[in-house]
């Protein structure tokens, strides 16, 4: 680029000649950061959204109460499958530098396979999602529309057994304490088989009987919408990632000579998933 | 960027995935100990359990940025017009974040009329219940 350089009146390098690249990164680089800064705009818009929507109710479901079960019927393991999923996110990111620092080094087979790691790192971690979902939907019954995460807002005690009936003579009654979250399930009719929701009837700390109260709706959206969001770019990020890892392998990048600039730029998008992650998982699962 | 020895390379990975891997474990246990899972019973304030998570989840961004990223080998110009932008965020977190709690207690106040006895005036709005 030295010898393109066009000198003004002064003897200084004109920069309005062309040939100088503006915060000496290339285009595509440069670019991939502003569409990285205009994308956690659109998912700060989103989080921000959840936070006004969760200060606007009295009472918002807890994290660790709503995601506490792990594969293999495991319940009351508050927040584990949650954090074997940031594992997997990190560990994809990490391979995903060894990837770019391969491209540095011109290593062709160093990147393909460090690529290929990165890619079955993401595809995990959608696994995983798909999972989670699927135990959300399909046996909580939580959807875009409805929430059955309810949550107390008084101390009190429970009128009927976990079943929605009565209790026996002699049944200990359960109690429960101010800002427990709980689970509104639906149990099958003896009759007809169709499966309805129980909300058990409960007697509170200023004498007032009630039956379980729906949590706020818009949990299960802000939920489905925001981490489904997330898994988007994380699957786009796989369909790229695979895409470019094809090319690596075709030698189409080290014909470029640019030190695989095109894996730095994928790189530059995978990490920024894993740091968006970093925000879901603060605001959705630890707060 | 300066081109990164073998050696250098694979130092800075591991360190990023142990920093990232213990900083999101302390995250956890803070929400785990802070809600009565490690000690039964016992819970954290929240006022001390938010800014230590939201302060490691900040940490974690700005490694994952500067060094992941490689932000830090970017010229200043770059940087700033990157990262400056972002300021504007803190504006939208206390602007939304308060409209949704005003939101929620004109909500509360209109519940209470509604539910006032009739030909009794509703006594001081009540405020939303915070947690």
């Known amino acids: 680029m030295a010898n393109d350089t066009v000198l003004n009146q002064n003897g200084e390098q004109d920069v309005w000649s062309g040939a100088k690249e503006p915060f000496r990164a290339s285009y595509g680089k440069l670019m991939m950061w502003y569409f990285l800064l205009s994308d956690a705009f659109t998912f700060a818009g989103f989080l921000v959204a959840y936070g006004a929507l969760r200060f606007s109710v009295p009472t918002w479901p807890l994290p660790d109460f709503v995601f506490s079960t792990f594969p293999g019927g495991i319940h009351h393991a508050p927040l584990i499958f949650v954090t074997v999923m940031t594992f997997i996110l990190i560990m994809s990111s990490v391979t995903m530098v060894r990837a770019v620092q391969e491209g540095h080094r011109e290593n062709k087979k160093g990147v393909v396979f460090w690529m290929l790691m990165t890619i079955v790192g993401g595809l995990s971690f959608l696994g995983c999602q798909a999972w989670e979902w699927t135990n959300l939907i399909g046996k909580e019954n939580m959807t875009i529309y409805q929430n059955p995460f309810g949550t107390h807002t008084q101390d009190g005690v429970y009128l009927d057994n976990e079943h929605g009936v009565p209790y026996a003579a002699g049944e200990k009654a359960e109690t429960f304490k101010a800002h427990h979250t709980y689970l509104i399930e639906k149990v099958a009719n003896h009759d007809t088989g169709k499966k309805d929701w129980v909300q058990r009837r409960m007697k509170l700390k200023d004498g007032t009987e009630t039956v379980q109260q729906f949590g706020p709706q818009a949990f299960g959206a802000l939920f489905f919408f925001i981490t489904g969001f997330h898994g988007f770019h994380v699957f786009s990020g796989v369909v790229f990632l695979t895409i470019i890892m094809l090319n690596v392998a075709s030698g189409l990048y080290a014909q470029r000579k640019n030190h695989y600039e095109m894996v730095e730029k994928i790189g530059l998008y995978w990490h920024f998933v894993d740091l968006v992650w970093v925000f879901v998982f603060l605001v959705f699962y630890l707060l | ?131």
């Open chain 2, 1 to 131: 960027m300066a081109e990164l020895d073998i050696e250098a390379g694979k130092k800075v990975v591991i360190k990023g995935l142990i920093l990232l891997g213990v900083v999101t474990l302390v995250e956890v246990f803070i929400a785990l100990f802070g809600n009565g899972h490690v000690i039964d019973g016992f819970h954290l304030p929240k006022w001390l359990m938010y800014p230590m998570m939201i302060g490691l989840s900040l940490y974690k961004a700005y490694f994952i940025i500067f060094e992941f990223m490689h932000m830090k080998y970017e010229v200043k110009g770059l940087r700033a017009s990157v990262l400056l932008p972002t300021i504007l965020l803190i504006w939208a977190m206390l602007a939304l974040l308060n409209e949704g709690s005003a939101w929620g207690n004109s909500n509360a106040k209109i519940n209470k009329w509604n539910t006032a006895e009739p030909g009794k005036k509703a006594t001081a709005p009540p405020t939303k219940e915070m947690k």
